[in-house]
């Protein structure tokens, strides 16, 4: 069985600071992929990052950063310097046993940045 | 490109009535999946569909169905709806069938109410 846990149902900080998302990951396969998505108010979920569980360099896009380490089944999202515009639920989601099941999501948290 | 459109964004139905959504997928995308999303289970996978066929399904029972067209245009049923199938419906689109990893991208959903 595989699962997520984001254990942070709820973040609020004051914009301009930087604020980490908790994603753990379980599941018993060797070959697995994780990925971010965020969902705005509109309901539609945008894709982030997706990284194979083979590939543990972390990742930078621009204001945005990952850290994934296999030792703690964890995939850590960062936002750093934030800003209004990053309001809204973010998943982290897993998918492994040949893929065959579809994203297995966390219950997302739900990051709000006040002016 | 166009992104991957549902309709119809909003739908009102009473208890024991049957239920139609459609989503197209990007332009050359052969996967479609679809996904359950309630604030008590968050997102859960439904199905799905690579070249008209389906490929897998999650938990749910078989009043929900789906299918595939050659265009790759998919239309998820729900027969004798109840009022737990109150939710937001998400349609994802792949390249490549679940099992490829690739990552999915989502539609903007449609918000199933019943009453």
């Known amino acids: 069985a595989q699962k997520v846990t984001q254990a942070q149902t709820e973040i609020s900080v004051v914009e301009k600071e930087d604020v980490t998302l908790d994603c753990v990951y379980e599941t018993r396969d060797t070959t697995y992929y994780l990925f971010w998505y965020k969902q705005p108010p509109s309901g539609e979920l945008v894709f982030l990052i997706r990284?194979?569980?083979?590939?543990?360099q972390n990742e930078i896009s621009g204001r945005y950063s990952w850290n994934f380490q296999k030792s703690t089944s964890s995939f850590n999202f960062t936002i750093t310097a934030s800003q209004v515009v990053d309001s809204a639920v973010y998943f982290c989601a897993l998918k492994s046993g040949g893929g065959a099941d579809g994203l297995t999501f966390g219950k997302g948290t739900h990051l709000i940045i006040q002016p | 490109k166009a992104g991957v459109t549902q309709t119809p964004r909003y739908l009102i139905k009473t208890r024991g009535q049957q239920v139609t959504l459609s989503c197209s997928p990007i332009s050359g995308h052969r996967s479609v999946s679809w996904y359950q999303q309630t604030p008590g289970q968050g997102l859960q996978f439904l199905f799905e569909y690579f070249s008209e066929t389906q490929r897998n399904k999650g938990n749910f029972p078989g009043r929900f169905s789906g299918r595939q067209f050659s265009n790759s245009r998919s239309e998820m049923n729900v027969s004798t709806l109840e009022l737990g199938d109150s939710a937001l419906y998400l349609c994802?689109?792949?390249?490549?069938?679940?099992?490829?990893?690739?990552?999915?991208?989502f539609g903007p959903g449609t918000r199933l109410t019943v009453l």
């Open positions: 994802a689109s792949s390249a490549g069938p679940a099992a490829s990893y690739n990552e999915q991208f």
């Open positions: 990284r194979n569980s083979f590939d543990e």
